[in-house]
């Protein structure tokens, strides 16, 4: 037993975080004597739709497969894909079978979370991006979550266990508990001990929204920190909110009429995409919460679409070992893997593991670099 409803690495390693009935699948294949090589392949649609979504995860299936008799080729993290399959096993069935499960489970969250993290991304893609929304899962999970906002395009997560999982600094500002532990009317004293108490590689943000106006609020602090206020946070609650857009540019007009410091303008709370496309140009950054945390799975299926050497697939899927390509116009194609694919076109899946042996490195900012040059090519969701 565990003191927290988790699975932990042991029980996933073994296969024991997987529906019974491939444990079952195995021992009758056991019982029957039969252990047929298959290739299986991971994939939501089976033709490009048009529809993007960005893979992640991958990093955990390698870590899972490692040490298996199979060979996995799949996509480099981070390659926005519409169809035909990301990731290939290829190797006796019951090597692997038991472990479908978790292989979708690693893929299809952390491509979701990784898909919404690049939606908000090309909606702001000047502005300073932060995930901010790891209160909102199981804390088991935080490092995913985190790890995916990253190679979506987050420049900064705010989960401290997962910053050491990591080995990512994080960041964060203050909650409206801090304020409402200085009790109403003494927000200058609560920002003043958060300037003492923190150590001064910590960004001074001050929240400017507890009690009061948000000019008024924001004022205040400028006034108390002065020039060592590098940002103030606006995180109205949407019941209150109004028309954020004009309270920023109404903050920075009286900034600016009093000849004051000018801090950044940090805006969270509850926003998506459409909110970073229409508030880019009068705040400097932006926290995303709930919109990446909360991103729905992916709807990935494992499939088997080859056995001993023939096509196999059950209905509705298509049978044969398939690859996949890009071609320089950003399209996506799916083929028959001993077929010639399309002219000009770039084969995307590429090894994964070798007889076992992962021959992959992971590594967070290429996959992010590969994931923003790859939304400019496929055009995704400007």
């Known amino acids: 037993m565990t003191e927290f409803d988790t699975v932990g690495d042991d029980a996933i390693r073994r296969g024991d975080a997987t529906a019974a009935y491939f444990h079952r699948t195995e021992d009758v294949l056991e019982h029957a004597g039969r252990n047929p090589t298959v290739v299986a392949e991971l994939a939501t649609d089976q033709f490009p739709t048009g529809d993007f979504d960005l893979f992640a995860?991958?990093?955990?299936?390698?870590?899972?497969?490692?040490?298996?008799p199979i060979d996995v080729d799949a996509l480099p993290e981070g390659t926005l894909f519409d169809g035909g399959p990301v990731l290939r096993i290829e190797g006796p069935y019951r090597a692997f079978a038991r472990h479908e499960s978790p292989i979708l489970g690693f893929t299809a969250h952390a491509s979701g979370v990784a898909t919404a993290a690049l939606e908000s991304r090309v909606a702001a893609p000047d502005s300073r991006l932060l995930s901010f929304g790891t209160r909102h899962v199981h804390p088991?999970?935080?490092a995913m979550v985190e790890r995916a906002a990253l190679v979506g395009g987050a420049d900064g997560v705010s989960h401290v266990a997962a910053g050491e999982v990591l080995d990512r600094e994080v960041g964060g500002t203050m909650p409206h508990a801090l304020l409402i532990c200085f009790g109403r009317g003494n927000q200058e004293a609560a920002w003043r001990a958060f300037?003492?108490?923190?150590?001064?590689d910590v960004p001074r943000v001050a929240l400017c929204d507890t009690y009061g106006d948000e000019v008024d609020e924001v004022l205040r602090a400028v006034e108390t920190l002065g020039d060592d206020l590098d940002?103030?946070?606006?995180?109205?609650?949407?019941?209150?909110?109004?028309?954020?857009?004009?309270?920023?540019?109404e903050v920075r007009w009286e900034l600016t009429a009093r000849d004051a410091p000018e801090p950044e303008i940090l805006l969270s709370g509850g926003l998506g995409p459409?909110?970073?496309?229409?508030?880019?140009?009068?705040?400097d950054s932006f926290g995303v919460g709930g919109y990446i945390a909360n991103a729905d799975p992916l709807d990935f299926a494992l499939d088997i679409v080859e056995i001993d050497g023939e096509p196999?697939?059950?209905?509705?899927?298509?049978?044969?070992?398939?690859s996949v390509y890009r071609t320089p116009d950003g399209g996506?194609?799916?083929?028959?893997?001993?077929?010639?694919?399309?002219?000009?076109?770039?084969?995307?899946l590429a090894p994964l593991i070798r007889d076992g042996e992962v021959v992959r490195a992971f590594d967070i900012d290429a996959a992010a670099e590969r994931a923003l040059a790859d939304a400019e090519r496929v055009g995704f969701r400007n």
Request: aromatic share 0%.
């Open 140 to 142: 088991a999970i935080g």
């Open 312 to 322: 196999a697939a059950k209905r509705g899927k298509l049978s044969g070992t398939k």
């Open 231 to 249: 940002a103030v946070r606006l995180d109205t609650t949407g019941s209150r909110r109004g028309d954020l857009r004009h309270i920023v540019r």
């Open 57 to 68: 995860g991958v990093k955990d299936v390698a870590a899972l497969l490692e040490g298996l």
């Open 274 to 283: 459409a909110d970073l496309r229409a508030l880019r140009d009068v705040a």
């Open 195 to 200: 300037d003492e108490a923190v150590d001064a």
């Open 332 to 348: 996506h194609h799916v083929g028959l893997c001993d077929r010639a694919g399309p002219e000009d076109g770039e084969s995307l």
